[in-house]
């Protein structure tokens, strides 16, 4: 198994499933498998030619992507500096993965770093505009050893109910 094999990745019940809109959808969609080791599972091409819908597995997670259709409201996301939203991505090895998208032709906005909630991370910006935080769980600290972290974040925890529990 290499460090990009997500074969053995804990299967859990995906409910939010990402829906990414790029300017070159076919090129996106063969970026994603050769540099952020997804798997393509399907592609519409429209009589237009541009991607009408595509699916890929990336991590165990799937991603649906399209290309840009702004007659109908659905625009690239590298349309304007940033990104209003980040897709965080929970890998094996955090080095590899930043070592593998940028060497596909992402741009490194962190490299990996520990951090104090006990991960190490790292964020990329992908040729189509989207913003990737890879992250590989090192450790596991507790509350008071990440508050003792952070500098200018204070944690508070919060207990949610166990919504399987009988209800009294």
Known sequence: MTDTDFSSTTPTRQVLTPYISVHDG?????????SLDATETVRY????????HAE?????A???????????????????PGSSCTLHLEVPNCDTAHALAVSGGAESLQT?????????????????????????QVH?????????????????????????ADPE
């Open 45 to 52: 091409i429209g009589d237009d030619g541009r991607l009408g």
């Open 26 to 34: 076919a090129a996106a969609l063969d970026w994603y498998v050769a």
């Open 56 to 60: 890929f597995i990336l991590h165990g």
């Open 140 to 164: 596991f600290p507790n509350d008071d050893e990440i508050d003792a972290g952070y500098d200018k974040f204070d944690v508070v925890s919060k207990t949610y109910p166990d919504p399987t």
């Open 112 to 136: 990996p770093t520990d951090q104090p909630h006990g991960a190490r991370s790292a964020t990329i910006m992908d040729p189509y505009g989207h913003r990737w935080m890879f992250s590989q």
């Open 62 to 80: 799937k991603i649906m992507l399209s290309d840009a259709y702004p007659e109908i409201g659905v625009v690239a996301a590298n349309i304007s």
